[in-house]
């Protein structure tokens, strides 16, 4: 018990006689806390939303005005063979007019129509929406590069009523790129100063190290103040991000989310939860720490 006591009152000593680089290393931890407290929602909802739209992304092969049904059923079924395909569906003539006129604000448009201009046609889901082009390919008969003999006589050509589904797939997905990198470079900055924070602890009590390895103290007993300043370092950002982090979301996210702000609507309506985010990012303030001193005495303290 003595020994531990010893330990932490090293830790406080040092963290007190630097106090300007521990405030420092105390401030980027909150901060990094902070700003990954607001980019884990985003890109959890960000995540949501490109499996979201990954789910509606299909293919669509327009069958011919004459075609029978045993053709069509026969047609389902040999797509349905195509490797990647999750299901095939069978849109009417009928049904594409209701869905084309949901979708339009000028309903007269449709309503003026003498008949009915849209083909039927087999709706194609694939497992992985990436495998789309692919099975197009492979039903229109173009996959080795010919000149295209489609799977049936019944199906006409393949078309795509999504562009923009697409766009926002393609947005999302370079989204969580650009946040993952930044949640990256934070991390690795926190890293970096706390290491700092510690090696200049390291510095200034080099002559006490050197006294301890002369009297026979254990690698572990010189380490341990200087790792238990990391964990004091990340649990008062931890703590301090947590509160800023609280006040924001009583005062700002849910008031805002509310009302509809798309950011404000990304926190408000993330994946994870608020508490299981709090013990996340207090566990990775922590941890991050930690590592921090950790990496840092090995290369700096030789002992």
């Known amino acids: 018990m003595s020994r531990v006591l010893f330990f932490f009152s090293e830790a406080f000593r040092a963290l007190r006689r630097n106090g300007a680089p521990t405030l420092a290393a105390v401030i980027t931890t909150v901060v ?29 092969f327009a069958l011919y ?22 299901s095939v569906t069978f849109i009417s003539k009928q049904e594409a ?22 083909p039927a046609s087999l ?35 393949p078309f795509s009523r999504q562009q923009s589904t697409h766009q926002i797939a393609k947005v999302t997905s370079a989204l969580k790129i650009v946040l993952t990198v930044i949640m990256a470079l934070l991390v690795v900055a926190s890293l970096m100063l706390i290491g700092n924070t510690i090696r200049l602890s390291i510095f200034t009590r080099r002559r006490e190290v050197e006294v301890m390895r002369l009297v026979g103290a254990t690698r572990w007993f010189i380490r341990w103040p200087f790792l238990i300043e990391g964990v004091v370092v990340g649990f008062l950002g931890g703590l301090v991000a947590i509160i800023i982090l609280w006040i924001g979301k009583v005062t700002i996210v849910d008031p805002l989310g509310d009302n509809g ?17 709090i013990a996340i990012l207090f566990g990775a303030a922590i941890l991050v720490s930690t590592i921090g001193s950790g990496v840092t005495l090995r290369r700096f303290l030789r002992v």
């Not at 694939?126 to 080795?144: F, K």
């Open 32 to 60: 990094t806390v902070v700003l990954l407290g607001v980019l884990i929602p985003v890109f959890s909802f960000a995540q949501a939303k490109s499996d979201e739209v990954q789910g509606q992304l299909n293919v669509q």
């Open 65 to 86: 005005d004459d075609a029978t049904n045993a053709e069509i059923a026969q047609a389902k079924e040999k797509i349905e063979a195509v490797p990647g395909v999750e």
């Open 97 to 118: 007019l209701r869905t084309l006129k949901s979708e339009l604000q000028d309903k007269s448009i449709v309503e003026e129509l003498h008949t009915n201009p849209l």
């Open 123 to 157: 709706q194609v889901k694939a497992v992985d929406a990436s495998d789309l082009p692919q099975i197009e390919r492979e039903v229109m008969g173009t996959a080795s590069g010919g000149t295209g003999n489609p799977l049936s006589s019944a199906i006409s050509n």
């Open 261 to 277: 702000n798309a950011f404000a609507s990304a926190q408000h309506n993330s994946t994870i939860a608020f508490p299981a985010l």
